[in-house]
């Protein structure tokens, strides 16, 4: 599994990246912070789309996209204050749902 | 290593609670996303800390705030795709700052 976030100032290529995101099968679970369970191989495919968007002209120098692994044994110790994202069950892998 | 992130709509909140985490020690990685190193015990009291944030008149419903763990072994497998955070050597815990 991993968390996926980002800094992008510019709104247009703060959507296109979002909607990047959520092709490749992860799940917005907060405005700027999304999840989901995504094999190696894709992961290295998906970072090669950010690397482009990285040399959009929109792309400001204060920009960032945080990629982490989230080691399987520590989904479980994930707490959440306040709203629980939605299909967290489908979020953790209970179903891998890579659409793209 | 916690990654601690929130969606918090309330301006003056959202600054009540970044300064809160930024004396547990965590340093900001994004706008919305701090990391660092800290220990259980304190986590246990930074989460008390955060629940009374949660009953405050203008927590929104929709806000909420994710505190995941990341496995040490995979720190090194953390990703930036642009502005790398400052004092990653710091975030990652080589020296553990808790100042409170």
Same mark, same amino acid.
């Given at each position: 599994m991993y968390?996926?976030?980002y800094?992008? @100032?510019?709104? =247009? !290529?703060?959507? =296109?990246i979002s909607k990047l995101l959520l092709r490749w099968g992860l799940h917005r679970v907060q405005y700027?912070?999304?999840m989901g %369970?995504?094999?190696? @191989?894709?992961? !290295?495919? !998906?970072?090669k789309e950010l690397d482009i968007y990285q040399r959009n002209?929109?792309?400001a120098p204060s920009d960032s996209i945080?990629?982490?692994?989230?080691h399987q044994s520590h989904i479980k110790n994930i707490q959440a204050i306040g709203e629980w994202p939605n299909r967290w069950e489908e979020i953790k892998g209970a179903?891998? %749902? !890579?659409?793209i």
């Open positions: 968390l996926i976030s800094d992008i @100032e510019n709104d =247009r !290529l703060r959507g =296109r700027s912070v999304f %369970t995504i094999g190696k @191989e894709s992961l !290295l495919k !998906l970072r002209r929109d792309w945080l990629i982490v692994p989230i179903v891998n %749902t !890579l659409m």
